[in-house]
T-cell receptor, first 111, second 112 residues
Framework: GDSVTQMEGPVTLSEEAFLTINCTYT??????LFWYVQYPGEGLQLLLK?????DKGSNKGFEATYRKETTSFHLEKGSVQVSDSAVYFC??????????FGAGTRLTVKP | DGGITQSPKYLFRKEGQNVTLSCEQN?????MYWYRQDPGQGLRLIYY???????QKGDIAEGYSVSREKKESFPLTVTSAQKNPTAFYLC???????????FGPGTRLTVL
């Protein structure tokens, strides 16, 4: 079945550092891909999404590009802030299956 | 404002008691979901409902029950049969099956 694998955390960065969180997927069809963010004690919020190959999702300085050839959807940000500290989940969905989430990657940004 | 509400935010129960977690959405979404999240872990699907009056078991349905009598409501009951009920419970909804999901703020259940 469909699945998502994302890099294990935790990830600790200094403020203004470059962020990459890797995400790869396995799917039989052509899924939509998502990144969600979860701040402490809260639910998940949609950060960005891409619905077809080569689409780039972006929001709040975060970007991810749907790469069908490498089955990847890596999350990047050029300069992280302390306020970006959270857990990030990669996910996929298609019309035939429920949404599949990765295990989550905890990011801590230090001033 | 449209969104998903879960109540209460924190819930304490004694072992052996059933407890019901509320989830309401005013987004006019057909599909609703319940997930369990344990500390430092990802999300595990408990139950889902694609449409009113219909629901299906997810990956970890044992010890839980749900109902979907109204489109906007999808309550989850944690029964005494659930061996380790202490967790963070998240409700979500989507316009339809397979579409992006919108999440509520969660309920943290602690069984004493």
């Amino acid at each position: 079945g469909d699945s998502v694998t994302q890099m294990e955390g935790p990830v600790t960065l200094s403020e203004e550092a470059f962020l990459t969180i890797n995400c790869t997927y396995t799917a039989t069809g052509y899924p939509s891909l998502f990144w969600y963010v979860q701040y402490p004690g809260e639910g998940l919020q949609l950060l960005l999404k891409a619905t077809k190959a080569d689409d780039k999702g972006s929001n709040k300085g975060f970007e991810a590009t749907y790469r069908k050839e490498t089955t990847s959807f890596h999350l990047e940000k050029g300069s992280v802030q302390v306020s970006d500290s959270a857990v990030y989940f990669c996910a996929l969905s298609d019309n035939n299956n429920d949404m599949r989430f990765g295990a989550g990657t905890r990011l801590t940004v230090k001033p | 404002d449209g969104g998903i509400t879960q109540s209460p935010k924190y819930l304490f129960r004694k072992e052996g008691q059933n407890v019901t977690l509320s989830c309401e959405q005013n987004l006019n979404h057909d599909a609703m979901y319940w997930y369990r999240q344990d500390p430092g872990q990802g999300l595990r699907l408990i139950y889902y409902s694609q449409i009113v009056n219909d629901f299906q078991k997810g990956d970890i349905a044992e010890g839980y029950s749900v109902s979907r009598e109204k489109k906007e409501s999808f309550p989850l009951t944690v029964t005494s049969a659930q061996k380790n009920p202490t967790a963070f419970y998240l409700c979500a909804s989507s316009i339809g099956w397979g579409n992006e999901q919108f999440f509520g703020p969660g309920t943290r259940l602690t069984v004493l």
